[in-house]
């Protein structure tokens, strides 16, 4: 490509790497961060992390920075103590900020709380004093299942000042879902609400943990926050209102200091197998994590900015960069529990304008949906206190960068690009606001102190122009520990395939210029609207339905979800030859065993699948099908034909929904 900036046609036609957006000489003049920080980082990574622990506030000091004598089993800080709540709300108010508010809360309907570090503060405190009484002990499991209200905020940090590992299990998922979640991780308490509102109106929440709960005898005790006033059942000895026992209990409470390698939460995420992996996370390499990368990649001022991550809590972004790193650095957060187009089409831009937001931190999703509804809403309101602008889960395309920069950012912010995945716990690879221009879809590189590598199929480092998978090749504080339950399944999982590296599962390129682009998952794993889900997941619930006799599942390319779910089901001979009421049911069914957001887009019925000679099913053919493109390479199957048999069925009749 040769074009100058003048003669390009259009947007859409411009090559990727030839836009760049350097960051303006006032951001520079005043950013955090200076290109000297990437040197010192690499010299000695492991004392680079000691030094952004000393953002934290250690009960004991640590006597050794990293141990990786057990690899892939990673300590961090080893014989450090401390308290997490305490690091995110005491030592604030101990500091003089009690006063300084830590979340602006806009519920759907339009009620607001404010609640300052002091008021979060005493409430966590009550909380954990509650959980306590209820008999939550440091080690124990405790399950939430919340809308994105401050109590869940509440009921995390409560967890946490206990040494009590919580497990967020995201408020859409199906009480199928949520069972197996609370018995993989064992809890024996769950904290819930009577539902929270979306879209105009009340979703319940307590029915689907009554569902879970008829096969978790161990759950002891259920605690219900009432958001929405709503109906719920109740099972006496075992069901407890948050508001009779919480505001009760006194607002002081002694935090422990725990080890730096204590539990802190286990957040389950999709893996290529049917079953959900239990990302297990510490404690003190965890927070330094969060700590340091929400002030360095978001050029955090903590005194003045008004953050706000639109994200559920319930994922591991909401976890990272909702609590636990802007609490770390005494933030001032604005959260929102709704859908951006309730009551109207312009909420979040009225939202950033009431707030005087000026970081805010979204996905690329929801940013190609405003686009979508047009930039004539955004701009009726006043969003010239946005100064950063980020965007996480999967790659952003060229198109809505620069939209998102456009119309939001009016040209003057930059864009952090941030790639990371729940296994990560913190970001990884993003631009540094004050120091790279942005070049439009690339996450441009490795954060100081992190070093990643694209690499070919034996593991070797691929040249710049190259493309290959991205690994991890050192050690990082914020890295998940082990999957809950199952070490050798994290061993198998992310460092077999290259010895000695950790592999994300992503495909990466490295342009001429040595900076990374994210190409999406290699492996089974979906992207939905920055959601992971994994194939085998959704196949498993598929032909979990009595009709369904063989199940497979791609991720088609989307223009709004980035992915969508594109079944292709061979139904059981007694279940007839489908039709629309069978679509409808098995969509359904889907919602029931794990959630709306699994739902597939489209459900295509066929007499075969095609298979290589070992069994496999070839996925990439039908994704070939579902993208409408004619179908690729077929001599690996075991049948040649069946492609033909699948494309000439489906002409007859296509079932979409
Ligand atoms: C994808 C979400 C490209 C990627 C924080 C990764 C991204 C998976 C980006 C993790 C990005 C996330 N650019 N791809 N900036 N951020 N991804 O665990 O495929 O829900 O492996 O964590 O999302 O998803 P997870």
């Known amino acids: 490509m040769t074009s100058s900036p003048d003669d390009r046609p259009a947007i859409s036609n411009l090559a990727r790497e ?27 990574p492991v004392a680079f992390w000691e030094e952004q622990a000393q953002r934290l506030i250690w009960a004991q000091p640590w006597t050794e920075a990293l141990d ?6 990673a300590r961090w800080f080893v014989g450090g103590t401390l308290n997490v709540a305490y690091n995110c709300l005491d030592r604030h108010v101990e500091a003089g900020l009690g006063d300084r508010v830590a979340f602006y809360f806009e519920g759907e309907p339009g009620d607001t709380q404010v609640i300052t570090y002091r008021e979060l503060t005493e409430a966590v405190c009550q909380a954990a004093n509650a959980l306590t009484e209820i008999g939550v002990k440091s080690g124990d499991r405790v399950a939430i299942y919340m809308p994105v209200i401050p109590e869940t905020i509440i009921a995390m940090l409560a967890c946490a000042r206990l040494g009590a590992p919580h497990t967020v299990v995201f408020g859409g998922f199906s009480s199928e879902a949520l069972r197996t979640r609370i018995i993989d991780c064992d809890a024996h308490v769950v904290i819930t609400a009577d539902g929270g509102y979306r879209k105009g109106s009340a979703s319940a929440l307590k029915p689907a943990v009554d569902e879970a709960l008829t096969e978790c005898p161990e759950v002891h005790t259920v605690l219900v926050v009432r958001r929405t006033g709503q109906e719920v059942e109740w099972t006496e000895g075992r069901d407890r209102w948050w508001h009779e026992i919480v505001p009760a209990q ?47 990649v978001f050029d955090l001022k903590p005194e003045t900015d008004v953050y706000w991550t639109a994200a559920d809590i319930g994922w591991v972004t909401g976890h990272s960069y909702i609590v636990y790193g802007p609490l770390a650095n005494a933030t001032t957060s604005v959260i929102y529990e709704g859908t951006p187009d309730t009551p109207h089409q ?61 119309h939001i950012g009016h040209d003057r912010t930059p864009i952090v690009d941030t790639w990371w995945q729940t296994e990560t716990g913190a970001h990884m690879i993003s631009l540094l606001p004050g120091i790279t221009s942005g070049k439009p879809g690339a996450a441009m590189r490795a954060l100081p102190g992190i070093s990643v590598d694209v690499v070919d199929d034996l593991g070797n480092s691929v040249p710049n122009g ?14 998940l520990r082990t999957i809950w339950g199952d070490p050798e399944r994290y061993k198998e999982t992310y ?36 959601h992971r889900l994994s194939t085998t997941e959704i196949e498993s619930a598929l032909v979990s339905n009595p009709k369904v006799a063989e199940a497979a599942v791609v991720g088609a390319s989307d223009p709004l979800t980035g992915q969508a779910v594109v079944a292709f089901v061979i139904l059981r001979s007694e279940a ?51 993208e409408h493109r004619p179908t690729g390479d077929v001599t690996t199957l075991a049948d040649t034909s069946v492609m033909e048999t699948i494309q000439a069925g489906l002409a007859k009749g296509m079932t979409e929904d």
């Not at 979204?362 to 940013?367: L, M, Q």
């Not at 395939?497 to 342009?511: E, L, M, N, T, V």
Request: proline share 7%.
């Open 346 to 406: 312009g909420r979040w831009w009225e939202i950033v304008d009431k707030y005087k937001v000026s970081i805010l931190y979204c996905a690329p999703t929801a940013i190609r949906m405003f686009m979508k509804w047009g930039e004539a809403i955004p701009a009726k309101f006043n969003l010239s206190s946005l100064r950063v602008l980020g965007s996480v889960g999967e790659p952003i395309n060229p198109e809505a960068y620069i939209w998102y920069r456009k």
């Open 18 to 44: 030839e836009r760049r957006f350097p960051p303006s000489p006032e951001f520079v003049a005043q950013a955090n961060v200076t290109e000297e920080i990437y040197g010192r980082a690499e010299a000695d």
């Open 68 to 73: 990786w004598s057990d690899a892939p089993f």
């Open 250 to 296: 006194p607002t002081t409470h002694t935090p422990e200091a725990f080890d730096s390698e204590h539990p802190l939460y286990v957040m389950y995420t999709s893996g290529t197998t049917g079953k959900p992996k239990g990302i297990l996370h510490t404690t003190g390499g965890y927070l330094t994590g969060c700590a340091f990368t929400q002030w360095a």
């Open 495 to 530: 460092w077999s395939r290259f010895p000695g590296a950790y592999f994300a599962g992503d495909g990466a390129k490295r342009d001429e210029e040595g900076d990374l682009w994210l190409l999406g998952r290699v492996d089974d794993v979906m992207n939905i609207s920055g």
């Open 576 to 626: 007839g030859d489908g039709g629309e009421h069978c679509v409808r049911e098995l969509r359904e069914h889907v919602a029931r065993e794990i959630g709306k957001i699994a739902q597939p887009r489209q459900i295509m019925i066929v007499s075969e699948l095609p298979k290589t000679r070992s069994g496999k099913i070839m996925r990439r053919l039908l994704q070939d099908v579902a």
């Open 466 to 479: 190259g493309g290959g998978y991205l690994v991890v090749t050192k050690p990082w504080p914020a890295m």
